[in-house]
């Protein structure tokens, strides 16, 4: 008996892992995320046992602890139970918490990594996060802390860094991340990317600046990208035909 913390990727079933793919359609249980494309959900087999634990920001939702004690009931009582989330399971999605309460009761785990939105979600917009020149490395950052919870980061030394800084979790506060970043020093003009359901056939993009970032409503869910490479779009290379294949 083992429950498998598996990684959907960011939304398109081609990006799914050939193990996650090969878990989907063997397993007895999958307990999932709301961002997991809804075309990876439709590879559950009908015998199995789907789970919807989906969080939804700004609705009332079930809470982390009733999420744990899902698993371990599913995990003491079936074979193979994967736990399916968005992405990576372990970049923002809770995916220690969920191995601690396993292990606790004695229920053993695996991960499966997952293609994560943060990167995905620019290349998906053409935009190469470490291109040579503009950007020596990446920060990855959550705009949401614990309800209560002061902000542990440091908004003004991100906003030094020089790295393309992209911000998960930031629809809702990208106005405040935008200030955030301001006070802190970063250029006014700093070109932002907005990537919306990102790999899906639903994804748009928007191309502001920090200054511009949060006056208008930024749609959930979004990764924003936020640095001289969120300027370049790759797909209008000539050479590339307009098109990236992830
Ligand atoms: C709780 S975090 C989980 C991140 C996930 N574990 C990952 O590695 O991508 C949820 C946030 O991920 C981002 N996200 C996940 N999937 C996305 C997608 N397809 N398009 C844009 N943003 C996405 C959004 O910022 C969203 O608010």
């Known amino acids: 008996m083992s429950v498998h913390l598996v990684g959907a990727g960011p939304g398109d079933p081609g990006l799914l892992t050939l193990r996650a793919a090969e878990l989907l359609r063997r397993c007895d249980v999958v307990v999932h995320d709301r961002l997991c494309g809804s075309e990876i959900l439709d ?6 046992e789907r789970v919807d634990v989906g969080k939804t920001p700004g ?20 074979d193979c139970v994967v736990r399916l989330k968005g992405g990576d399971p372990f970049v923002f999605g809770r995916g220690a918490e969920e191995i601690e309460a396993l292990a606790a009761a004695g229920i053993e785990t695996d991960v499966v990594p997952g293609i994560t939105s943060a ?6 917009a053409g935009i190469a996060i470490t291109t040579r020149g503009l950007a020596s490395g990446f920060t990855v950052v959550t705009a949401r802390q614990e ?36 006070d802190g020093g970063m250029a006014p003009d700093t070109p932002v990317a907005i990537v919306t359901e990102a790999t899906l056939p639903t994804q748009t993009e928007t191309r502001t600046t920090l200054d511009q970032l949060g006056l208008e409503p930024v749609p959930n869910p979004s990764v924003l990208v936020i640095g001289a490479v969120a300027a370049v779009d790759l797909r209008r290379v000539p050479q590339l035909n307009g098109d990236i294949r992830l």
């Open 59 to 78: 609705a009332p939702s079930i809470s982390q602890h009733e999420i744990n004690e899902i698993l371990v009931d599913r995990g003491s009582r079936f």
């Open 119 to 124: 990167i995905a979600g620019a290349a998906a």
């Open 147 to 182: 309800p209560g919870a002061e902000d542990t980061l440091d908004w003004s030394a991100l906003a030094k860094l020089g790295t393309t800084l992209v911000v998960l979790m930031g629809a809702r506060l990208a106005r405040r991340v935008a200030e955030r970043l301001l």
């Open 43 to 48: 590879m559950i087999p009908p015998w199995a």
